[in-house]
């Protein structure tokens, strides 16, 4: 079974999410999952065009109630509350998760989307800054040197506007959302039973 796993680094349902797809895959190994980039705010003015001078405060709503969803309610408002960097946009992060898939695979775009989501969402880092997402990739693992070279490069911007294309094509709207074998589509930060009821249909 392929699974494509659309998701942006800044979505907090996708941060709660995550840990439930690795259960399934640990459960059901035949399951290969193709990580694909959402980016929700693709532009560095895009939270502001969508929700004005209140972005910020309309997200960290978004934040309250995905903690809520979260197993570990790991989501930390009461950090970001306090931080005074703009709030980030999708490409930077993203750009540097498909570099890691271009030096690792998707095991190695999983570990750093993930290593990213942490420094987000619960360290409340500013993940449009070079500098945390060049942390995050040590953190991860990978090798500084060609990860340099390559998270701010044509190349990964094309691999994110090309996920983006699939989405478009598949009809993907939201992050998180899965699709299975091109055509069976959830979307949502769905319980782990939900997951596991919905994938099972189509196992062979």
């Known amino acids: 079974m392929e699974m494509e796993f659309f998701h942006d680094v800044l979505c907090a349902w996708a941060y709660a999410f995550s840990p439930r797809m690795r259960l399934l895959v640990g459960e059901y190994p035949q399951i290969e999952v193709i990580h694909r980039a959402f980016a929700l705010a693709p532009e560095r003015d895009s939270i502001h065009r969508m929700f004005g001078s209140r972005g910020k405060e309309e997200i960290l709503n978004h934040w309250r109630a995905a903690n809520e969803n979260d197993d570990e309610h790991r989501i930390r408002t009461d950090l970001m ?73 044509a190349r990964a911007r094309d691999a994110v506007l090309g996920d983006m294309k699939r989405a478009y094509e598949l009809g993907v709207d939201a992050s998180p959302t899965i699709v299975i074998d091109g055509e069976h589509v959830m979307s949502g930060a769905q319980r782990y039973e939900e997951l596991k009821s919905f994938v099972a249909q189509f196992l062979n």
């Not at 931080?83 to 750009?95: C, I, V």
């Not at 998707?106 to 619960?122: E, G, I, M, N």
């Not at 945390?132 to 060609?146: K, N, R, Y």
């Open 81 to 153: 509350e306090k931080r005074d960097f703009p709030y980030p946009y999708s490409m930077p992060g993203l750009m540097a998760c498909k570099s890691a898939e271009m030096l690792g695979g998707q095991k190695a775009h999983w570990d750093y989307f993930d290593r990213v989501q942490r420094a987000h969402l619960t360290e409340a880092r500013n993940i449009a800054d070079d500098r945390v997402l060049t942390d995050c990739a040590g953190d991860a693992g990978l090798d500084l040197t060609e990860f340099k070279k390559d998270f701010k490069s």
